[in-house]
C-alpha cells in the first residue's frame, strides 16, 4: 500500500499532538492512530471526497443498486434469447434424420445450457455487491459520528476547531490512493467434501 | 422423477429462471415458485411435495429458518430437502445439516450436479 499525506493523515497528526497520553493508555492510542491513519486513505479511495463523505457515501451505495439492476437486466435478456434457441433447437434435433447433423445440433443444445449455468454470476455478484453496500454504509455511520465527536470537541477547544477548519479548506479529491490489499479467504470447503460429510 | 411436486425458494429472479430450468430439464413438471421462506410456507397451504429446494440468503426468512421450520411441520417433517446457496464454508454445510438438509450445492452449479444431488437424495 502506497501512504500519501494528504489533508485527513495531516489532521489526525495534528489532532494527536495536541494530546499527552499516559504511559499506560500511550501504546493503545498511538495504535489507534496509526489504523485511523492507514484507514482514512482507504476510505479516501472509496469516495475521492473524504470531507463530502456522507454526501457520497449514498452516491455509492446508488452506483452499485445501479450496476446489480443493469446486470440483473441483461441477464434476463440473454436467458430470452437462450430459452427460445434452445426450443429451437429441440425441434430441429426431433425432426432431424441424419445422425451426424442430429450429433452437431445437441452439441449446440448443450452449448445453451452451458451459457444457462455461466449467467449465475449475476446472481453471485449480486450478492458480493449486497454486501459492500452493507459495509458502505456502515463506514458511512460510523464517519457521521467520528466528525460529529470532533465538531462537539472543536465548540470548546479552540486548537481542534483551527484543525477541522484548516482540513475543510484543504481537502481534495487528490487523497485517493491505490491500495492492493486483498481479503482471501482459503478456508471454503468444495462440493466434494460436501458430499463426503452427506454420505453421497 | 416425472410427476413429482418441488417446492423452490430463491429471491433472485434470475437463479429462480435457471433453476426453474434445470429442474424442468431432469423431469420436474410441478414447480412451486417462492421468494423467500414467508413467501414459501404461504403457497405451500399444508399442500404434499416431494422435494424443497431452496437458496440461504432471503429477505424476510431466509432458507435455514425456512427448513428449521419445515422439519418441526409435520407434513414436512420428512420431505427432502437441498439447499443451493452461495455460502461455501464447512461451518455453513455443518449447521445446514443439523437443520435437517439432504444435500447442499454450491452456486455456481451445472445441471449434471443438480441432477446428481437430486438423484442421491429422492432414489
Given at each position: 500500500m502506497v501512504e500519501q499525506q494528504g489533508p485527513v493523515v495531516k489532521t489526525l497528526k495534528d489532532i494527536k499532538s495536541l494530546f499527552e497520553f499516559g504511559d499506560e493508555i500511550a501504546p493503545f492510542l498511538e495504535e489507534l492512530f496509526a489504523f485511523l491513519t492507514d484507514l482514512m486513505p482507504i476510505l479516501a479511495k472509496a469516495n475521492h471526497l473524504l470531507g463530502d463523505t456522507t454526501a457520497s457515501m449514498p452516491a455509492a451505495s446508488e452506483n452499485i443498486a445501479s450496476a446489480d439492476t443493469i446486470a440483473e437486466s441483461a441477464t434476463h435478456t440473454i436467458m430470452d434469447h437462450v430459452e427460445e434457441l434452445t426450443t429451437g433447437l429441440d425441434d430441429l434435433i426431433s425432426t432431424q434424420k441424419e445422425a451426424q447433423c442430429k450429433a452437431e445440433l445437441q452439441k449446440f443444445a448443450g452449448k445453451m445450457g452451458e451459457i444457462q449455468t455461466a449467467l449465475q454470476f449475476q446472481d453471485i455478484t449480486s450478492q458480493h455487491l449486497s454486501q459492500a453496500t452493507q459495509i458502505v454504509a456502515a463506514i458511512q455511520v460510523r464517519m457521521e459520528k467520528m466528525f460529529e465527536s470532533l465538531q462537539t470537541i472543536g465548540e470548546k477547544n479552540e486548537a481542534v476547531k483551527v484543525i477541522l477548519e484548516n482540513y475543510a479548506a484543504d481537502i481534495?479529491?487528490?487523497?485517493a490512493i491505490s491500495t492492493e490489499d486483498t481479503i482471501r479467504r482459503d478456508d471454503a470447503i468444495s462440493q466434494d467434501e460436501i458430499d463426503a460429510l452427506f454420505g453421497n | 422423477m416425472a410427476d413429482k411436486k418441488v417446492l423452490f425458494v430463491e429471491d433472485s429472479p434470475t437463479m429462480r429462471r435457471i433453476i426453474a430450468n434445470s429442474l424442468r430439464q431432469v423431469g420436474f413438471n410441478e414447480i412451486i415458485e417462492a421468494e423467500n421462506g414467508v413467501d414459501a410456507l404461504e403457497k405451500l397451504e399444508g399442500r404434499q411435495v416431494n422435494l424443497v429446494v431452496t437458496d440461504w440468503?432471503?429477505?424476510?426468512?431466509?432458507g435455514a429458518e425456512l427448513v428449521k421450520t419445515l422439519r418441526e411441520m409435520p407434513p414436512y417433517a420428512e420431505v427432502p430437502i437441498i439447499m443451493i446457496t452461495t455460502r461455501g464454508m464447512q461451518d455453513d454445510v455443518i449447521t445446514a445439516m443439523k437443520l435437517g438438509v439432504n444435500g447442499y450445492i454450491i452456486k455456481p452449479f451445472t445441471p449434471e450436479i443438480l441432477q446428481d444431488k437430486l438423484r442421491a437424495v429422492l432414489d
Open positions: 481534495s479529491s487528490d487523497e | 440468503n432471503m429477505p424476510e426468512m431466509n
